[in-house]
């Protein structure tokens, strides 16, 4: 095979095509292999549900006012990373704080938002 057999374009793939390492150098992997993105700055946004309302009602709320929300109590939210929902989990306290633990992990196709 000769180096252009091997050269790769990003038009050469489609929607969920993803290049393959060529057989010589698939090798172990680990942790260390991502310190070049470790600094990376991502969003994390842990959504409890969604409403929709008209300005007018958005105008009338005030401190104390309830907002009903499109979920249910113990159901899933819906964990983001910069605005692609990655996984699942649920709201828990720890040290009087509120945090999320992840129970489903999202794969590509998988979301049903």
């Known amino acids: 095979m000769s180096d252009s057999d091997t050269d790769l374009k990003l038009d050469d793939f489609g929607p969920g ?3 393959t390492m060529p057989e ?3 090798e172990a992997r680990t942790a260390t292999d991502l310190a070049p ?3 990376v700055p991502v969003s994390i946004s842990a959504v409890l549900g969604r409403a929709t309302m008209s300005v007018a009602q958005l105008l009338q709320l005030n401190s104390g006012s ?3 929300l499109d979920r ?3 159901e899933s939210i819906d ?3 910069n605005n692609r929902l990655v996984a699942r989990g649920e709201v828990v306290i720890v ?3 509120l945090g999320v633990t992840m129970t ?3 794969k590509d196709g998988d979301s049903q938002s």
């Open 17 to 19: 095509d993803a290049p």
């Open 24 to 26: 010589g150098d698939k």
């Open 37 to 39: 993105v470790f600094d």
């Open 66 to 68: 309830i907002l009903e």
């Open 72 to 74: 249910k109590v113990g």
């Open 79 to 81: 964990i983001y990373v």
């Open 95 to 97: 040290d009087e704080r």
């Open 104 to 106: 489903e992990i999202i």
